[in-house]
């Protein structure tokens, strides 16, 4: 414990230490003052001198009311494998510093610690002396008063004023009932409210090697925000598809990266209800929320809802199970609390494997282009654990080297939205592309259409639901290279 460290160091120095609380500001004869006054900027006065053991409580009121600080002190069991598999079970003390009015509310057990420590350790680094007016340092009403309540049934109390002429740290301090001044050092926790006091952090996941990003299995927005709720999901390496409506398509790594980043660490700028009522949950906006965000990631599961405009760029937030209304800012949760089902997915409408593709179908200027892929099994490269396939292309019934299918191919499926849109098809589409999978793959067949809306611009379908908006180059592809791949040209790599 620091304190006990600088208690040591203090010994050694020889400074003054008194024993007993109710003396411990009576350090010296009005004779010794004036010297101590003169003196005291080189060294260091004991005030209060004693092991966190004979402290019971520290009680702290201030502008935001009262609050007490009590050691809470719990047996711990720990189990250790040894090399050879045996085990070994240890038990440890492990003390927190609670503040009753939190109940069962995380709290920051170190900022709790250093309150505690005001009551069994003191320093001033300068006597001032008896002083007329208490006014002058801010002690006539001061900004906090400590309560030490300790073991053996004594107690002690002092104020804290003003923060002290020319120094940077220190603030004038007396006991209470006194008008003797010092200057202290002391923590800036005495001077918070009790919410002041609560873990402001939602959510904080790592991986499990702690380097890499951590694994999100499912992610669900709901809310005002999302009229169409979007969900993310995947296996036991991360997510791999996001639906929305009727559309259930591939992620944007990229954008679903950022998004999973931001939602495994969740930071609150400061607590703003504790225990809400009904009233308050209402005028922060929880009876309708913005956004619930649920989501499982190493193997735990959260609920994160955001409520209403909080004023200063920032929003109401609730962690489900922590009765807290918490304040944060709005720039820290934009990436998820304000995206879109169109963000989060890939903006290629469609990237079937080749090797799963039986038959690809074009229509254009109604007539149907036909394209066999067939396979055969390479017994020679084939194992019983990997079976190898040769493959085989024609185009309307005619040959055509795989490689160059292959870049066709590649060519066509690239095809990416600009935008999504609210519209619907009209008329017939000038472009339709259909795949059937072989039926070992399991897969039913996809069917993409393309309708012109502009000479800019077509809108996609796929197996008869919008996807969004693709400029005209992209269904030109089909019209550019099919032509040339059904009489087994050899055509240019776009990629």
Not at 102 to 108: A, E, R, T, Y
Not at 277 to 288: I, K, R, S
Not at 480 to 491: K, V, Y
């Amino acid at each position: 414990m620091k304190s006990i460290t600088r208690n040591l160091i203090l010994v050694a120095a020889g400074v003054v230490v008194l024993g007993g609380a109710a003396a411990a500001l009576l350090l010296t004869s009005p004779a010794e003052e004036e010297e101590t006054s003169s003196s005291s900027s080189t060294q260091t006065i004991a005030l209060i001198s004693k092991q966190e053991a004979d402290l019971a409580s520290v009680t702290v009121e201030n502008e935001y009311g009262t609050f007490m600080v009590e050691p809470h002190t719990e047996e711990v069991e720990s189990t250790v494998t040894a090399d050879d598999g045996s085990t070994e079970t240890t038990t440890t003390t492990k003390t927190t510093y609670v503040i009753e009015e939190l109940g069962d509310l995380p709290f920051s057990n170190y900022s709790t610690e250093d309150v505690f420590e005001c009551g069994f350790t003191l320093n001033a680094s300068k006597d001032v002396g008896e002083v007329e007016n208490l006014a002058d340092y801010g002690l006539a009403e001061p900004l906090a008063t400590i309560t030490a309540e300790y073991v053996d049934g004594t107690s002690m109390a002092y104020c804290i004023g003003n923060e002290s002429a020319g120094s940077n740290t220190g603030r004038y301090m007396c006991e209470k009932d006194s008008k003797h001044v010092y200057v202290v050092s002391i923590d800036d926790d005495i001077f918070n409210s009790v919410a002041d006091f609560v873990d402001k952090t939602l959510v904080s996941v790592t991986s499990s090697d702690g380097t890499s990003s951590p694994i999100f299995t499912e992610v669900k927005l709901s809310g005002t925000n999302f009229p169409d709720p979007i969900t993310l999901s995947g296996g036991e390496t991360g997510l791999v598809k996001v639906s929305y409506g009727e559309i259930d398509t591939d992620l944007d790594s990229t954008e679903v990266s950022n998004m999973t980043a931001a939602l495994a660490s969740i930071s609150a700028s400061e607590a703003a209800y504790l225990y809400p009522t009904e009233e308050q949950l209402a005028e922060c906006g929880f009876e309708e929320p913005r956004v619930i965000a649920e989501f499982t990631v190493q193997g735990e599961s959260y609920k994160v809802i955001v409520g209403g405009d909080a004023g200063d760029k920032q929003s109401y937030i609730m962690l489900d199970g922590i009765d807290v209304i918490y304040k944060i800012e709005n720039s820290s949760i934009s990436v998820w609390a304000d995206t879109t089902g169109y963000d989060l997915r890939t903006k290629f409408i469609l990237l079937p494997m080749i090797t799963d593709v039986d038959r690809m179908t074009v229509t254009m200027d109604g007539q149907e282009h036909v394209f066999v892929l067939s396979r055969e099994i390479n017994e020679e490269k084939s194992t019983e654990d990997n079976v190898v396939y040769d493959y085989t292309v024609t185009g309307d019934g005619n040959a055509i080297t795989y490689e160059n299918f292959q870049t066709y191919y590649q060519s066509v499926i690239m095809v990416q939205l600009m935008e999504e849109t609210s519209e619907e098809p009209q008329g017939t589409p000038e472009v339709k592309v259909t795949y059937e999978y072989y039926e070992d793959t399991g897969k039913s067949a996809d069917v993409i259409e393309f309708y012109a809306q502009s000479d800019r611009r077509y809108l996609v379908t796929l197996n008869g639901v919008v996807h969004g908006i693709a400029s005209t180059s992209s269904a030109q592809m089909f019209r550019d290279f099919t032509p040339q791949i059904l009489l087994d040209e050899e055509l240019p790599d776009i990629l």
